[in-house]
């Protein structure tokens, strides 16, 4: 299947949706097509992106990754483009994911370095270029590599981008999670300046103001399943300049970002799905193990946060529903 947008450009604000569970620990294929409608809605956005952390791809097999990429394709494949993670840990079944990702009508690949090159891989350059090579080789579909800080060892060294920039004319963007304005300001700049610029997409969701005003050509981030419309408002903002509006916005997503990073930042995405429960978008919030549902003490944080941000339904009884809800998932 060709992509349904074959001119798409990764920027703007993409965000990366999450997956439901039954109890059972299986797909909830009808929750997750409403939740891929609930944020497909929000006006403004680029794209959506699927089978990633937010997705909690690595407790998905190949076939759940195609079953959760076709859903996808089926639900809004006609509304936004929809960008397709490749996590792997062997290049062999990154090759697979990618080329099914194409087949499937992705309109972007969004690529995680494997764990190992956690392990020192910034200093054996060929085996980074050879895993990229690898996936490039298997469809011209546009490439986000997704960078990590430095200092966790996962980072792409810029002359490395550099030279995968100029080799591959697929590799468009690179989703930064430097994690240090000064390292974002310093990779925007170099990457903007190449002969083929490559746009950088902030992943700094914790200070996604801060990246922005830095230059970031757009931001993909899980917690835009849960607060897209506020991550368009502030992007918007700042492109036209208004800093006391991207301000405004700020303050209110501060109210709910603070509690979804913070530690242990492995909830990250369990409590973003807490937070559909409150906002009565999703009937449970069960992670997959090895991930658990989160304390009460935590779940009431996040619904004072939501209130706080002026997110919580005008209503009474869809929160109330939604604090019950949340109490059945940590009950269970």
Request: hydrophobic share 45%.
């Amino acid at each position: 299947m060709a992509a349904a947008f074959p001119h798409f450009t990764p920027e703007g604000v993409i965000p990366a949706v999450l997956l439901p569970f039954l109890d059972d620990f299986s797909i909830d294929e009808a929750s997750f097509r409403q939740h891929l409608r609930d944020v497909a809605a929000v006006r403004g956005l680029a794209a959506l992106t699927v089978n990633a952390h937010s997705t909690e791809v690595a407790t998905c097999s190949f076939d759940e990754q195609t079953r959760v990429l076709a859903t996808t394709m089926d639900e809004v494949g006609d509304v936004l483009p929809v960008v397709a993670g490749v996590a792997s840990e062997s290049t062999l079944q990154a090759k697979k994911i990618a080329k099914m990702s194409a087949d499937a009508g992705a309109s972007a690949l969004l690529v995680f370095p494997p764990r190992v090159f956690f392990e020192g891989a910034m200093h054996r350059p060929a085996m980074i270029l050879d895993y990229y090579r690898n996936i490039a080789e298997v469809t011209d579909l546009p490439l986000i590599l997704f960078q990590f800080p430095a200092g966790k060892g996962g980072a792409t060294p810029l002359t490395t981008l550099a030279q995968l920039a100029e080799e591959m004319p697929s590799l468009q963007a690179i989703k930064d999670y430097a994690n240090d304005p000064v390292t974002v300001e310093r990779n925007y700049r170099f990457l903007h300046a190449l002969p083929r610029p490559i746009k950088v997409l902030s992943t700094h969701t914790a200070w996604l103001m801060g990246s922005l005003v830095l230059g970031c050509d757009g931001l993909l981030s899980g917690s835009g399943s849960t607060i897209a419309a506020l991550q368009v408002e502030l992007f918007e903002a700042i492109k036209r300049g208004d800093l006391f509006a991207a301000q405004a916005v700020n303050d209110r997503m501060y109210h709910v970002t603070r509690l979804f990073y913070a530690d242990p930042f492995c909830d990250m995405h369990n409590r973003m799905k807490h937070a559909q429960v409150l906002l009565g978008r999703l009937p449970s919030a069960l992670p997959r193990q090895p991930l658990l549902p989160l304390e009460q003490s935590e779940i009431d944080r996040i619904a004072e946060g939501l209130t706080a941000a002026g997110l919580m339904p005008t209503t009474a009884s869809p929160s109330d529903q939604g604090v019950a809800a949340a109490r059945q998932t940590v009950a269970a």
